[in-house]
T-cell receptor, first 117, second 114 residues
């Protein structure tokens, strides 16, 4: 099946620094990727829809200047948490849809756990 | 707008017993429905999906779900669970458009006891 890879799988950073998380579709092209955030013992909250070659679409309440999304190619989307603070600590998961099929299925990355000290 | 409600936050069950995880959705348009499983500190794995056709959908690991349009439900079932089925299960809905955006339910923790 299709594989989505996230890197890093976990990261610890100091407050005020920026952290970049990569999401790659390894064996398919993804014109659209999605970024989710998950707090402990909670569901996934959609943050934004990442569109290749255009600006991301952010969900209501998500700060676009805080969470920068870039989708520069058909296989790579990045999420940058700028000036991170402890409240940004969370599990971030990306997903992608295979542009070559119409199965409706989204493929998920393994997730990236961010801890801000 | 679409929404998903998983009625049970935790479901404890003994090994080899049957289990049902409930999911109800609301939508003003046609929907696609999914069940995902998440093991600790991992991403999501698709168990099964309903796009169209037969309302009884079979997935991996012996799971199945039935789409009931009149009751707007998509409950997940397994006739005999294993310890390894202990995980978090998420029901998700996608509107019948091409955006691909999935809306997730709150999740149900399945705890299989020996």
């Amino acid at each position: 099946g299709a594989v989505v890879s996230q890197h890093p799988s976990w990261v610890i950073c100091k407050s005020g620094t920026s952290v970049k998380i990569e999401c790659r579709s390894l064996d398919f092209q993804a014109t659209t990727m999605f970024w989710y955030r998950q707090f402990p013992k909670q569901s996934l909250m959609l943050m934004a829809t990442s569109n290749e070659g255009s600006k991301a679409t952010y969900e209501q309440g998500v700060e676009k200047d805080k969470f920068l999304i870039n989708h520069a190619s058909l296989t790579l989307s990045t999420l940058t948490v700028t000036s991170a603070h402890p409240e940004d600590s969370s599990f971030y998961i990306c997903s992608a849809r295979d542009a070559g099929t119409n199965t409706g299925e989204l493929f998920f990355g393994e997730g990236s756990r961010l801890t801000v000290l | 707008a679409q929404s998903v409600t998983q009625l049970d936050s935790q479901v404890p069950v003994f090994e080899e017993a049957p289990v049902e995880l409930r999911c109800n959705y609301s939508s003003s348009v046609s929907v696609y429905l999914f069940w995902y499983v998440q093991y600790p500190n991992q991403g999501l794995q698709l168990l099964l999906k309903y796009l169209s056709g037969s309302t009884l959908v079979k997935g991996i690991n012996g799971f199945e779900a039935e789409f009931n349009k009149s009751q707007t439900s998509f409950h997940l079932r397994k006739p005999s669970v294993h310890i390894s089925d202990t995980a978090e299960y998420f029901c998700a809905v996608r509107a019948g458009s091409n955006t691909g955006k999935l809306i997730f339910g709150q999740g149900t923790t399945l705890q299989v006891k020996p």
